[in-house]
Nanobody, 113 residues
C-alpha cells in the first residue's frame, strides 16, 4: 500500500524559505506525477504545483517564481522549495499522487508578517 508523508512545515517570517518533503513508501516516485496542494481552514483545497511523470513542472500563479518542485528518485521523495514566503501562503500543504489516489496527511506552514 502506498503512503505519502509530508514534513518540513513550520513557522517562518515573511520573506523566508521552507522546504517541504513528501516521502513515499510502497511505490516508486520516478515516472509518477505528483501535485502539491494547500488548504486554508474553511476554504477549498487549491493546487499549487505539479511535477509530471516526465519531469516537467507547472506552477499556479500563486507559486510562480517562488516555489520549485523537485524529485529525488534515490530517496523516493518529492520536494517543494518555497521562498519569498508571504502571510497568504499560510496553509496546510498536501502532496498528492493522482495515479495512486493517495494523499499525505499534510504539513502546516505558517508565515508571520
Amino acid at each position: 500500500q502506498v503512503q505519502l508523508v509530508e514534513s518540513g512545515g513550520g513557522l517562518v517570517q515573511a520573506g523566508g524559505s521552507l522546504r517541504l518533503s513528501c516521502a513515499v513508501s510502497g511505490r516508486a516516485v520516478s515516472f509518477t506525477t505528483l501535485a502539491w496542494h494547500r488548504q486554508v481552514a474553511g476554504k477549498q483545497r487549491e493546487l499549487v504545483a505539479t511535477m509530471y511523470s516526465n519531469g516537467n513542472t507547472n506552477y499556479e500563479d500563486s507559486a510562480k517564481g517562488r516555489f520549485t518542485v523537485s524529485r529525488d528518485n534515490d530517496k523516493n521523495t518529492w520536494y517543494l522549495e518555497m521562498s519569498s514566503l508571504k502571510p497568504e501562503d499560510t496553509a496546510v500543504y498536501y502532496c498528492n499522487a493522482p495515479i495512486w489516489r493517495a494523499w499525505g496527511q499534510g504539513t502546516q506552514v505558517t508565515v508571520s508578517s
